[in-house]
């Protein structure tokens, strides 16, 4: 094990919105015994309001910085299963930051998929959940962004759990085995 992997103790989930970051990231934590962070959590309780209520009071850019502090905090810690917000690898120094201290997990879904959990998820407030993707065609959007984002999720990932037909459970057994299967060591 060269250096940089000594330090990698921590489990980092990325992906686009609604993939399962948040949720297969506790049962994941609760299964290996670790601490659970969830990034998004940490910056709406640090700015005491939602997620769109800063992207709509502060902007995007105020945004992106208390995620990149949340991430910093989050990577602090050793042993913990971190799960980050859709957009935290648009930044190099957070991409750099995550492959230096965790094995990195892409959760990947389907567009119509992703947008049928939106969908899901918005009957339950009143203001879109998801800012980035207000607008007259969601399906397009999701689609569009994610394929901004994909080259650099590839580009981080060691390794990818596809989400769209599973259960959250489900989602946090294939984790586990992936890892594994790559040489992670889950003491």
Not at 82 to 89: N, R, S
Not at 90 to 116: C, F, Q, S
Not at 129 to 155: F, H, M, T, V
Request: proline content about 3%.
């Amino acid at each position: 094990m060269n250096e940089n992997q000594s330090k990698k103790s921590n489990i980092i989930l990325i992906g686009f919105s609604t993939t399962g970051k948040s949720r297969a990231g506790w049962i994941l934590a609760q299964r290996l015994g670790r601490a659970f962070i969830d990034t998004d959590a940490w910056i709406a309780g640090m700015a005491r309001k939602s997620i769109p209520e800063i992207f709509e009071e502060d902007g995007e850019l105020h945004f992106r910085e208390l995620e990149r502090l949340a991430l910093e905090e989050a990577l602090a810690r050793d042993q913990a299963v971190i799960a980050t917000g859709g957009g935290v690898i648009t930044y190099k120094t957070n991409r750099e930051r995550m492959a230096e201290r965790g094995w990195i997990v892409l959760l990947e879904a389907e567009p119509e998929t992703i947008l049928h959990r939106m969908q899901a998820e918005d009957t339950t407030s009143e203001v879109p959940i998801r800012p980035l993707l207000a607008g007259d065609d969601p399906l397009q959007q999701i689609i569009e962004l994610k394929q901004k984002r994909q080259p650099l999720y590839d580009s981080l990932a060691d390794t990818v759990v596809s989400t769209d037909d599973i259960s959250i459970e489900e989602v946090a057994d294939r984790v586990i085995d992936k890892l594994g299967s790559i040489g992670v060591a889950f003491c």
